[in-house]
């Protein structure tokens, strides 16, 4: 079952060993899976364990056991998200363009970017800063927000936004969005 009382999510987690990871992961996922909510992550202190363990789901299963960002972009921009500790809320939250993580499972460090033509890249980037800050004893809503009234006063030229039109999404840099506004696509979110 996912945790929905905010007051439980907020004690950081513990170090784990990748064994115990890996154990815990078959169970996120399986949580993941099971939800009678659509979810793309999880961690493992949404379903109650307190230990340093993620998964995010956008492209493929990604596991991640320990995991830390160790490198991130100054640039930001505003992202709609929700949570599956929280159905039905969605806010716009500022997420960092790129990042890099490390994670005791994977060899090689992870690179994760917004700046893309691909908008599950921009997706897979927000959701891993996502159910990292969730390890972190962080939620959404301690992340700074954009109300959707005062969006377009706030978003600066070169801020990147994701808009859409129909089922078509872009994540691109506010004063390239501006014409596309006038065409009919709207901010996300």
Same mark, same amino acid.
């Given at each position: 079952m996912i945790l929905t009382n905010k007051s439980k999510l907020e004690t950081p987690c513990d170090v784990v060993s990748i064994k115990e990871g890996e154990e815990i992961a078959v169970r996120i996922l399986d949580?993941?899976?099971?939800? #009678? *909510?659509?979810g793309v992550g999880l961690a493992a202190n949404q379903i109650g364990i307190n230990k340093r363990v993620c998964v995010v789901n956008v492209k493929e299963p990604l596991v991640l056991i320990n995991p830390r960002i160790v490198e991130h972009s100054e640039e930001q921009f505003i992202f709609p998200e929700s949570c599956l500790s929280f159905p039905k809320k969605h806010i716009r939250t500022t997420r960092y363009v790129s990042i890099t993580v490390e994670s005791d499972n994977h060899v090689d460090k992870l690179s994760f970017t917004a700046d893309s033509k691909e908008v599950n890249d921009a997706f897979e980037c927000v959701c891993v800063q996502h159910e990292i800050d969730h390890l972190d004893g962080i939620t959404m809503y301690d992340r700074k927000f954009v109300k959707p009234a005062a969006v377009s006063n706030k978003i600066g030229r070169n801020e990147k936004v /994701? *808009?859409?039109k129909g089922s078509e /999404? #872009? /994540?691109l840099k506010y004063k390239k969005a501006e014409s596309l506004l006038e065409d009919g696509w709207t901010l996300a979110g």
């Open positions: 949580e993941l899976r099971n939800s #009678k *909510i659509p /994701t *808009i859409e /999404t #872009k /994540t």
